[in-house]
């Protein structure tokens, strides 16, 4: 089974920064990694999917890159509204898998 | 607009069993694979199974395999995660979701989990 790790597990940073996370897969996944947004209380959300494709109605502040085991998930100009947990996800093969998760909150 | 209803969450006692269900509207149901992802308290996201568009097809969490049963009733719109031999590990909020897209002839093809319902929460306790 592929395994998802996700650093930094929380993140703290200011209004107006951009900010990074990242996600390494135990093997190659090709393009077969997704980003969700799951804000407190709610059903995770869908941003970017296939690496970098981002899903209807997300902004372009959000953005996605890599390949084969190494990828980055980038939020530019940071607001209020972007407190949430952030996880990636594979599908290259079953089981899929989600990274732990990364807690961001803001300064 | 997509709308996925879960229901049939609640208390229920270790070795007992649930039924979940997921109610869609708004797509073409019948036409997309879907999963089960589920959230232990305070926890991240774990995946659960996941069923074909014709429900010929099924594939399992090693953590629940032999215990839990995913289905799909076409004509009602419906998914349900039977769920048996139910243990603490299995307290968590449960979701159905779609996949991205509909057209998959295989078990899975576009697993990014595009519309999600709001979940439903199992809570395993004596």
């Known amino acids: 089974d592929i395994q998802m790790t996700q650093s930094p597990s929380s993140l703290s940073a200011s209004v107006g920064d951009s900010v990074t996370i990242t996600c390494q897969a135990s093997?190659?996944?090709?393009?077969?990694l997704n980003w969700y947004q799951q804000k407190p209380g709610k059903a995770p959300k869908l941003l970017i999917y296939?690496?970098?494709n981002l899903a209807t109605g997300v902004p372009s502040k959000f953005s996605g890159s890599g390949s084969g085991t190494d990828f980055t998930f980038t939020i530019r100009s940071l607001q209020p509204e972007d407190v949430a947990t952030y996880y990636c996800?594979?599908?290259?093969?079953?089981?899929?898998?989600f990274g732990q998760g990364t807690k961001l909150e803001i300064k | 607009q997509v709308q996925l209803v879960e229901s049939g969450g609640g208390v229920v006692q270790p070795g007992r069993s649930l039924r979940l269900s997921c109610v869609a509207s708004?797509?073409?149901?019948?036409?997309?694979?879907m999963h089960w992802v589920r959230q232990a308290p305070g926890k991240g996201l774990e995946w659960v199974a996941v069923?074909?568009?014709?429900?010929?097809?099924?594939y399992y969490a090693d953590s629940v395999k032999g215990r839990f049963t995913i289905s799909r009733d076409n004509s009602k719109d419906t998914l349900f995660l039977q769920m048996n031999s139910l243990s603490a590990d299995d307290t968590a909020e449960y979701y159905c979701?779609?996949?991205?897209?509909?057209?998959?002839?295989?078990?899975?093809?576009?697993?990014?989990?595009?519309?999600w319902g709001q979940g439903t929460l199992v809570t395993v306790s004596s």
């Open positions: 296939d690496v970098s």
């Open positions: 708004g797509f073409s149901f019948s036409d997309y694979v």
């Open positions: 979701a779609t996949e991205g897209e509909g057209g998959c002839s295989s078990i899975s093809c576009y697993a990014y989990f595009q519309h």
């Open positions: 069923i074909s568009y014709d429900g010929s097809n099924k």
């Open positions: 996800q594979h599908y290259d093969n079953l089981p899929y898998s």
């Open positions: 093997q190659d996944i090709n393009f077969y």
